[in-house]
């Protein structure tokens, strides 16, 4: 029996700054993981950066931003293996890049296309939730499911720091503790909940505090160190594999950009809070971090970048060249075995359309 | 063939669907040692193990939503609600993901869950556990709905919601569990969806009804019996409606009387009656009247019988709809 101990106060670390901070490494990282790392980064922040770009050029509709929070994706879902499930909020529509999910798909989410909307049983990645905390109960119904039948397989959740205030976190946390089932429940905590600061969210200490009052261990990381994300996902990991249970994560981040496109922060952020997290960026520290290691070149960034920019255009071709979406399809899927009354329904929508 | 109490026969459903597929998990509040609060779920931990019959944490929402995650690892769970109002707080994963994943994987994943629960006044019980909510759910897409009013129709809908591939709703008429006895079938029973059953032949006028009301509109139908020919239709599923059972049964009569105990906005009663005007207008020779609840919280169980619709409300309509 695994004994819960309080929450770390302390922010876990491995990158340092290249001065002061020495920086740290993880066991069991070669080179080319480490480089793949990098690249997971530089494609989901190549897919932010051009996402809001597509915004403003009437592409893609509304979009939630996650730029800076790239490093507690691609750290978290690296400590994974295939055959577990990732169920993510709508801040990590992309994370399914990771699994193989297309550029394409993702953004044909965002353009309210029906191709956008994919199989979660081909990427071991669920829809993108949108109701805020409620994919969490999922991600530990699956995960006890999982154990019951005596399958190997773990889930991770992502949601945000105005997540933990929702009943469905509450309840998920309970589950999960009760069931001992294998899931991380992944908190990116930045500080926002589109104009509500943390302060006003929560009077705990820290989010992680939370997790003790469900007999979860809690665990504090910097949400912008990908090794330190990738190590504490893996501690987790390994726990739920030895049948201990769930582990709380609260990956500390600053949200740097606007909520979403339809957002103007400069109402309520502050700006020199904003410019400092921008300085100290997930991408450019772990980049930097790499180069002093002497695994990345100037050259080699330059390589991976425009791998990824190349990417995000052939996606939005393949996504702008989707053929419209046949109306018939609001029907669909909405049944196995759809009432009667559906058919009629139908029936008149094609006779009208036809006419 | 045994003669069960409408409470029995959900056990004896929930035990012959768990012995015919493994998987198959019950889940709620208090299901598995006590059994249930109404018994319904007595001695599924003892024959299908802690794993199969769960005790959950008192958190509705979150019975639900660890069901959805269920369905996604493989299994078929049947999850009780306590008491009708209890189930409110779970709308949150009802509307926003139950009545949706599937059309959200388009098609490529499948939620067959089922939700039951005791539902309906009369039985002098405290607040909150008298409600009708039907019509909460009847409204999500996605969800199907049932509510049978005898225990053989409590058996073979709740095996038909539990085989269904989509989410279904049965709402079980606890007023009834333990007053209603017939002979309900030994082993697989099912009653399909969507088909409704006449529960009194007649030729003067259709009484709609469902559930606790069925045995009202038997009461009524049968006060009037000197007076005209009443039909009662028990609708037995809201979602499939038997849309054809209704139309066929009122061609005949000509008169509609519908009878819900919820309250009367936008219930299910109106539904019956718009759906009556836009299919069966020519083949009525009088208005369809409601007899609902009223549109007021669930009284005081002191005066509560002044709200259910009862017997003299019901021939009361009746006989302004046959004079017309």
Redesign the interface.
């Given at each position: 029996m695994s004994r819960v101990l309080p929450a770390e106060a302390d922010l876990r670390r491995v990158i340092g700054d290249g001065e002061a901070i020495p920086d740290g490494e993880v066991d069991g990282l070669a080179a080319d993981d480490l480089l793949q790392l990098y690249r997971n980064l530089v494609l989901l922040r190549t897919y932010d950066e051009r996402s809001v770009v597509y915004h403003r050029q009437g592409r893609i509709g509304t979009y939630a931003i996650f730029w800076g929070h790239e490093a507690l994706q691609a750290g978290s879902v690296f400590a994974l293996e295939g055959r577990d499930w990732i169920f993510p909020a709508y801040r990590e529509s992309a994370i399914g890049l990771l699994r193989g999910i297309p550029v394409s798909t993702v953004l044909s989410w965002w353009r309210g296309h029906p191709s956008g909307w994919w199989n979660p049983t081909e990427y071991n990645v669920a829809s993108i939730c949108v109701p805020i905390a409620t994919q969490i109960p999922h991600a530990v119904g699956f995960a006890w499911g999982s154990a019951l039948k005596g399958e190997d397989r773990v889930a991770l959740t992502l949601f945000g720091d105005g997540a933990t205030s929702e009943g469905a976190f509450h309840e998920g946390a309970t589950f999960a503790g009760v069931t001992k089932a294998p899931v991380i429940l992944f908190c990116n905590n930045n500080q926002w909940a589109i104009s509500t600061p943390l302060s006003a969210q929560t009077a705990a200490p820290t989010l992680a505090d939370k997790a003790i009052g469900y007999g979860i261990p809690g665990v504090r990381v910097d949400g912008t160190d990908v090794l330190a994300v990738y190590e504490a996902t893996r501690d987790a990991v390994l726990r739920a594999r030895a049948g201990d249970g769930p582990t709380f994560i609260e990956a500390v981040t600053y949200r740097a950009a606007p909520h979403a496109t339809a957002d103007d922060p400069s109402m309520y952020v502050d700006a020199d809070r904003v410019q400092e997290a921008r300085e100290n960026e997930c991408v450019g520290r772990y980049a930097r971090y790499l180069t002093r290691l002497g695994v990345l070149s100037d050259s080699l960034a330059e390589k991976i970048k425009t791998e990824a920019l190349e990417v995000m255009r052939a996606g939005i071709a393949q996504a702008e060249s989707e053929p419209p979406a046949d109306p018939s399809l609001v029907f669909e899927h909405a049944y196995v075995d759809p009432p009667p009354s559906q058919h009629a329904d139908e029936a008149e929508l094609r006779r009208i359309l036809g006419g | 063939m045994a003669d069960l109490l409408l409470v029995e026969a959900v056990n004896d459903a929930l035990h012959v669907e768990m012995e015919r597929d493994p998987s198959i998990?019950v889940m709620g509040e208090d299901v598995g040692k006590l059994g249930g609060v109404f018994r319904a779920t007595a001695g599924l931990q003892d024959r299908f193990g802690a794993?199969r019959c769960v005790d959950?944490?008192l958190?509705e929402?979150?019975i639900?939503?660890?069901?959805?995650?269920?369905?996604?690892?493989?299994?078929r769970p049947v999850v009780e609600m306590q008491y009708d109002a209890f189930s409110y707080?779970s709308l949150?994963?009802l509307i926003?993901?139950v009545?949706r994943?599937?059309?959200?994987?388009?098609?490529?994943?499948?939620f067959p869950l089922t939700i039951r629960m005791p539902y309906g006044g009369g039985v002098r019980a405290p607040e909150l556990h008298d409600d009708s909510p039907e019509t909460y759910y009847v409204h999500t897409?996605?969800v199907?709905v049932a509510i049978p009013s005898t225990p053989s129709d409590a058996k073979g809908l709740l095996a038909a919601a539990i085989r269904?591939?989509?989410p279904v709703v049965v709402l079980e008429p606890k007023l009834h569990y333990r007053t209603a006895k017939e002979e309900v079938p030994a082993g697989e029973h099912v009653v399909s969806l969507?088909v409704s059953r006449v529960a009194r032949e007649g030729s003067d006028l259709t009484i709609v009804a469902y559930g606790a009301m069925t045995h009202v509109a038997l009461g009524a139908a049968e006060a009037l019996a000197d007076e005209a020919s009443c039909e009662v239709l028990d609708l037995r599923s809201l979602?499939?409606?038997d849309?054809d059972g209704l139309l066929a049964s009122v061609a005949k009569t000509g008169r509609v009387v519908v009878v819900q105990e919820a309250p009367r906005v936008c219930g299910f009663a109106a539904e019956v009656a718009a759906v009556l005007a836009e299919k069966a207008i020519f083949d009525l020779h009088g208005p369809v009247i409601r007899v609902t609840g009223y549109d007021v919280p669930y009284p005081y169980w002191q005066i509560e019988d002044a709200y259910m619709p009862s017997v003299e409300r019901v021939v009361d309509a009746a006989r302004r709809v046959l004079s017309a």
């Open positions: - | 998990l794993d959950t944490p958190a929402a979150g639900l939503g660890t069901a959805v995650g269920l369905c996604m690892a493989g299994w707080p949150d994963q926003n993901h009545g994943y599937r059309w959200r994987t388009r098609g490529t994943m499948t897409p996605g199907k269904d591939p989509d969507g979602k499939p409606l849309e």
